[in-house]
């Protein structure tokens, strides 16, 4: 208690020293919990995002994959409400859903664009963010209409309940269309999404298609990702021998899992810099200030204190710095990331490739900011244990007399 | 010099402190001369690539088109493009221009089909990019050649030869759909799968008719005479184009994705450095002010026996300037054989690269040095350390002669 | 039985190449209850001596016997409980904690001691009273005058009661008015509290205080 006392008394006493040493400390913990937050929010848009759009387990028609044409609709699941029934039985798994996709040509009287098709339920558990996104019309549009985005609601010069046709190629290869109404628009946080898609039931898309009651791909969505491998493994087994490929998230965004390992590593490097050199800023000023008092630890050195009872006192004062460095350094950090969170941070267009929309968003999480607050910590005192151990290594009478 | 001798030995006289100084202002420095040397390869090697890849120096097309680009508006055109190309070829600063028609086609093997982004393209073409060199099999086209260049990927997936046949069907100008079949007359490979996976080149007169484009396009990509730079480029060729449907663009307008991803990269390298450097500056401000501390009565005595006041300061000055040169040097050799390989051997990145990736990065990467980094990086660390040091050195100067003597009795 | 036994003291400075012999085998014993002055010119080594008397020091031979206990060659933890709870320091230049008050300065040593904190209380109530600081108990050193200062160090170093108190020269920054009074405060503590004093100075007025006096010319004694 008495060693806290004269340590925070020293702080107040030396307002200037103090306040730089915080100040280091404070950058220092301020440029890791940005970077956190950057990272968190790369993962957790990865995790909520990406795995919210693509599920956490896909059931794809056998040879799907390996056609030329990504729209292909060449390869198509066969009793896909069979697959669902039996995924759902599965432990952990929360929803299962059909999806059709095909390319399409929207036209208009005097335009024409080309799109990617979705056919979805209306009853699927992976609506949820569309849903969100809608601006004008509802989901429920897709029933008997279709959903197209802003933008391109813009560039073709549509809006809610105009006609507009779709000609795709059916599953005999035959040019087909149907007109729709535009039941929904919607907009969301990546243009290139918006750009490229459109929605309507899975049901009006297999008439469109002639591909009734085939769906492309049932994506499975489950309680917990970790538990992706043996509900893949389940469903592995149960359809043996079936035209179908199984993949998890993992498989799925391989290229993704690994860019984030790259970016996590490139980060390390990065807070490692930011470590050793706040260590190297925060141990100088520390041993400053300790040496300053060389002689003040030498008078309680001589009537009585044991060494482990100094090395406490100067880490007790390193502790202090690292408190309320630490502390600095989070209410300077968390502002920055919660800014972010809130706004994105416009990195451009390389952004949406990533699949992140067009601005980047932090993510603030409790871990990164108990984990930053403890390295402050812990750089603080590891400059103050340094001073420490330098000091109790001189005799009494060499610091009582120190230069 | 006589300065700077007694500003060596003070920082010798306390070598643990000098050395964390050094360590935090090496790192910084290390961090500056790698990461400008590494920005400035990721720069010049992206944009290079960007303009000899697909933009070249500036573009023309038709007042609406870009608004609308998306749907690659084949109404929205240059029309009479002949005309157009001569009269900017006519000027003295456009050394070549070339038409362009980028239109929407399924391209097919007669076993399967997929759709790709068509660009009917002339020979010019091979003059206001590289493709000519990227291509692997095969050859690029004359004025009089029919055919079309894949990548060789996609190539090789179709099962595709020179001189097989390929399937074009693409909707034209009014809405139709036509058909086409072409021979296949040359395989290429940029490094970059934006054009590697997602173009097939179509020799312009087939693609014209094709679309029933006559005698138009949807752009002209054009490549300034030497000397000539792209902003007076632009303001020429608009003045031109001023009452016209057309408008002449920078190339930036076309690599917008790879600008902002490598300026925001940049930008974000940038706030690190300065907040790094913020702190190194913190330390040396820390340092000196124990340093100015300590010799107070040293300082005193100098000022007694005679030294001004700017000679105190010049001296710290000297002393934190001795710490930086070290420091440096330090940095310099920290970075040296990192900067080695970079230029060297290059790192692969391409490989762990999503292929939507919108930066062309080539095969392999390579860093960039010049000698104006290292003077950057030893300009910011000599000015960081007089930054940290000014202050303390005027207080040092500042201080009164009989105080400074006298200081030594506290306590 | 004497308090402290010292036998055949001897202290070797080394500074480089060359040895320096500040203690030439100093032999003498102190009782309870002694009030020794140690006088010499300066370089002669009552710094050194005192040093090693209080175990702040080891000397590179002989021995010191402190109630029996030979100190030399203890490991620093008992040494620093030696000092902790049976001597007290009195330093030249006073080496107040600046960042405590008065009370705080002399409660140190008794915190380190563990004693409780009622016990405390009273024991600085006391000593606060005996070396007259009632009224700035609440004072920081740098609001105190040298010979106030002073007399917190002494009360520091009587806190835990010391069988012995330690002072190097503790009149030496102090003017001769107020230096005497320290002194004349030392001996009456030596009489009433029966508290062994070993203290060293130039000052010759303050020989007619002492019982004792040990005079040390280059590491020995003289008389
Ligand atoms: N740490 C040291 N290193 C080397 N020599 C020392 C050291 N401390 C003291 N000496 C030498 O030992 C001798 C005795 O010194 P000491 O300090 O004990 O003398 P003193 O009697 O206390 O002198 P003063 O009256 O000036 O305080 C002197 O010659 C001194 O130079
Ligand atoms: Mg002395």
Redesign the pocket.
């Known amino acids: 208690m008495i060693f806290l006392k004269i340590a925070l008394l020293n702080l107040r006493s030396h307002p200037r020293r103090t306040a730089v040493i915080i100040t280091a400390i404070a950058l220092a913990v301020g440029i890791m919990e940005t970077v956190a937050g950057m990272v968190d929010g790369m993962r957790n848009n990865f995790f909520t995002n990406m795995l919210e759009e693509s599920g956490h387990i896909q059931v794809i028609a056998a040879g799907k994959e390996d056609s030329l044409d990504p729209f292909s609709i060449e390869h198509t699941l066969d009793e896909y409400t069979d697959i669902i029934d039996t995924a759902r039985s599965l432990p952990g798994v929360e929803d299962a859903s059909p999806f059709l996709t095909f390319g399409a040509l929207l036209i208009t009287e005097e335009k024409n664009i080309f799109m990617a098709g979705n056919g979805i339920s209306s009853a699927s558990g992976f609506n949820k963010s569309l849903d969100e996104s809608i601006v004008k019309g509802s989901l429920n549009g897709i029933e008997d209409g279709v959903l197209i985005s802003r933008e391109t609601a813009r560039l073709m010069k549509l809006d809610y309940g105009d006609t507009v046709i779709i000609l795709v190629e059916d599953s005999e290869g035959a040019p087909y269309y149907l007109s729709f109404p535009v039941r929904g628009i919607y907009q969301t946080k990546s243009s290139d999404f918006d750009n490229m898609n459109l929605f309507m039931s899975i049901e009006q898309a297999q008439e469109l298609l002639y591909l009734p009651g085939r769906a492309s791909t049932v994506k499975l969505k489950l309680t917990d990702k970790d538990l992706a491998q043996t509900a893949a493994e389940h469903l592995a087994q149960a359809y043996a021998g079936m035209p179908v490929v199984i993949k998890t998230w993992r498989q799925i965004h391989g290229n993704f899992m690994l860019l984030i390992d790259l970016f996590d590593l490139f980060i390390y490097i990065m807070n490692l810099f930011t470590v050793i050199v706040a260590a190297a800023v925060i141990t100088n000023s520390v041993l400053m200030n300790m040496f300053d008092r060389a002689r003040e630890f030498g008078t309680m050195r001589a009537v009585g204190l044991k060494k482990s009872g100094l090395f406490a006192l100067i880490t007790t004062e390193g502790l202090s710095l690292g408190f309320l460095g630490s502390l600095a350094g989070l209410a300077l950090g968390i502002p920055v990331v919660l800014y972010f969170q809130e706004y994105g941070l416009d990195f451009g267009a390389i952004s949406e490739s990533f699949g992140m929309g067009s601005a980047f968003y932090f993510h603030l999480t409790a871990k990164y900011i108990i984990l930053n607050f403890a390295s402050g910590i812990l750089i603080a005192l590891a400059g103050a244990a340094y001073a420490a151990w330098v000091i109790i290594r001189k005799s009494v ?1 060499d610091t009582l ?1 120190w230069r | 010099m006589k300065l700077f001798k007694a500003g060596m030995k003070n920082i010798l006289r306390n070598r643990r402190r000098t050395s964390l100084n050094v360590i935090s202002l090496a790192l910084g420095i290390f961090m500056m001369v790698f990461g400008l040397s590494w920005g400035q390869g990721y720069h010049s090697y992206v944009y290079t690539a960007m303009r000899n890849f697909e933009a070249g120096d500036a573009q023309i097309l038709n007042r609406n088109y870009l608004k609308e680009e998306r749907r690659l508006p084949l109404d929205l055109a240059v029309s009479d493009t002949r005309r157009v190309v001569k009269s900017l070829t006519d000027t003295n600063i456009v050394k070549t221009a070339s038409p362009r028609i980028d239109f929407s086609v399924k391209v097919s093997n007669r076993m399967e089909s997929t759709r790709l982004l068509g660009r009917g393209v002339s020979q010019a073409e091979g003059e206001v990019t590289v493709i000519r060199n990227q291509i692997t099999e095969g050859r690029f086209f004359t004025d009089t050649d029919r055919g079309v260049l894949l990548g060789e990927d996609l190539a090789r997936r179709m099962k595709l030869n020179i001189g097989d046949t390929l399937y074009l069907t693409a909707i034209d100008r009014h809405g139709t759909e036509n058909f086409m079949s072409l021979k296949l007359t040359g395989i290429f490979k940029f490094g970059f799968p934006p054009i590697d996976r997602q173009v097939i080149f179509v020799d312009i007169e087939s693609a014209r008719s094709l679309l029933d484009m006559r005698a138009s396009s949807t752009r002209i990509v054009v490549r300034f005479t030497e000397g000539t730079s792209i902003t007076e480029g632009l303001e020429i060729l608009n003045e031109k184009l001023a009452n016209t449907e057309l408008t002449a663009y920078s190339w930036e307008r076309f690599a917008q994705e790879t600008v902002s991803a490598v300026q925001s990269d940049m930008g974000s390298f940038y706030v690190f450095i300065l907040i790094l450097y913020m702190m190194i500056i913190i330390g040396m401000y820390n340092s000196m002010s124990m340093t100015v501390r300590e010799r107070t009565g040293e300082i005193g005595t100098m000022r007694a026996i005679g030294a001004r006041r700017s000679d105190i300061i010049v001296l710290l000055l000297f002393e934190s300037i001795a710490i930086s040169c070290i420091a440096i040097i330090a940095g310099y050799l920290l970075a040296a054989p990192f900067m080695y390989y970079l230029t060297n051997i290059g790192i692969d990145i391409s490989s762990s690269l999503p292929d939507s990736v919108p930066v062309p990065f080539g095969e392999r990467f390579y860093a960039d040095i010049e000698p104006l980094q290292f003077l950057l990086a030893f300009a910011i660390g000599i000015a960081s350390g007089i930054t940290g040091t000014l202050i303390p050195a005027v207080r040092a100067s500042r201080l009164s002669i009989t105080d400074s003597l006298g200081a030594k009795k506290h306590g | 039985m004497a308090l402290i036994k010292i036998t055949d003291l001897h202290k070797q ?3 480089g190449r060359t040895t ?1 012999a ?1 203690l030439k085998g100093i032999s003498f014993d102190i009782e309870a209850g002694d009030f020794i002055t140690i006088l ?10 005192l040093n090693l008397i209080g175990s702040i020091d080891d000397p590179s031979s002989g021995s010191i016997l402190f109630e029996d206990q030979n100190i030399c060659g203890l490991s620093d933890n008992r040494k620093s409980e030696i000092r902790l709870t049976k001597i007290g320091f009195i330093f030249q230049s006073f080496n107040l904690i600046p960042v405590l008050n008065v009370r705080e300065n002399i409660e140190f040593p008794m915190i380190l001691a563990n004693a409780p904190p009622r016990t405390r209380t009273a024991r600085i109530d006391e000593l606060v009273e005996t070396v007259g600081l009632k009224d700035f108990e609440l004072h920081k050193p740098d609001e105190l005058s040298g010979g106030q200062r002073q007399r917190v160090a002494i009360a520091r170093a009587l806190v835990n009661r010391p069988k012995l108190v330690i002072a ?2 503790p009149t030496a920054n102090l003017d001769s008015v107020t230096g005497t009074m320290i002194i004349e405060e030392m001996k009456a503590l030596n009489e009433q509290e029966k508290v062994t004093f070993v203290f ?1 100075t ?1 000052n010759q007025d303050v020989m007619k205080y002492a019982k004792r006096i040990i005079r ?1 010319k280059d ?1 020995a004694i003289v008389s």
């Open positions: 009478i007399s | 400075y080394h500074l320096i500040a010499g010119p300066s370089g002669c080594g009552k710094t050194t001596l190097d020269e060293s130039h040390l590491g």
